[in-house]
T-cell receptor, first 115, second 115 residues
Framework: AQTVTQSQPEMSVQEAETVTLSCTYDTSESDYYLFWYKQPPSRQMILVIR??????QNATENRFSVNFQKAAKSFSLKISDSQLGDAAMYFCAYRGGGGADGLTFGKGTHLIIQP | GAVVSQHPSRVICKSGTSVKIECRSL??????MFWYRQFPKKSLMLMATSNEGSKATYEQGVEKDKFLINHASLTLSTLTVTSAHPEDSSFYIC???????????FGNGTRLTVT
């Protein structure tokens, strides 16, 4: 079974600064997808960024980028120029390449933005 | 973008009664829908996977007779919590995708409180 580990229950960053959220995972599959989701107090799950395991290039979406290290099974999220609206729970998630499976989520990191 | 509507957003029911939660894909056909449960300040746990026209696949430890899932059409899946007890109180979230490896779209969730 796949597992996703987020070792930082809470992180705090000053507004406009950069923060990195860590995520490691365990799988025996070679083809899979990794995701970062944001869950604000409204509880709506918002996709932040997605990475296909077969792609060597790290995904980026505006201020959000990932550092995907396949051999190390690491998938960290970097948020640049942090904004107050970035405050939320962030969940790292894994999905097998077959596409039929649901997501396996990590326990989440609560990100606090200090004004 | 694709929208998943979940209803109701909040429901309070008495112990022993049943409650139905609906998950609808509004602008796409959802061949697969997933149901998750989230306890306060915890991660999302996959409960079951439902495919249109077939029986749902439940994760280990999830009681299929308690959590009835029906996916009768390509736009609607329902989760019925039968004979609800206070320990069933939780946040339930559905997600859906149309086909293959397309991204998952999440509903806004349902907060169930059993008194």
């Amino acid at each position: 079974a796949q597992t996703v580990t987020q070792s930082q229950p809470e992180m705090s960053v000053q507004e406009a600064e950069t923060v990195t959220l860590s995520c490691t995972y365990d799988t025996s599959e070679s083809d899979y997808y990794l995701f970062w989701y944001k869950q604000p107090p409204s509880r709506q799950m918002i996709l932040v960024i997605r990475q296909e395991a077969y792609k060597q290039q790290n995904a980026t979406e505006n201020r959000f980028s990932v550092n995907f290290q396949k051999a190390a099974k690491s998938f960290s999220l970097k948020i640049s120029d942090s904004q107050l609206g970035d405050a939320a729970m962030y969940f790292c998630a894994y999905r097998g390449g077959g596409g039929a499976d649901g997501l396996t989520f990590g326990k989440g990191t609560h990100l606090i933005i200090q004004p | 973008g694709a929208v998943v509507s979940q209803h109701p957003s909040r429901v309070i029911c008495k112990s022993g009664t049943s409650v139905k939660i609906e998950c609808r894909s509004l602008d796409f056909q959802a061949t697969t829908m997933f149901w998750y449960r989230q306890f306060p300040k915890k991660s999302l746990m996959l409960m079951a996977t439902s495919n249109e026209g077939s029986k749902a696949t439940y994760e280990q430890g999830v009681e299929k007779d308690k959590f009835l899932i029906n996916h009768a059409s390509l736009t609607l899946s329902t989760l019925t919590v039968t004979s609800a007890h206070p320990e069933d109180s939780s946040f339930y979230i559905c997600s859906a995708r149309d086909a293959g490896n397309s991204p998952l779209h999440f509903g806004n969730g349902t907060r169930l409180t059993v008194t």
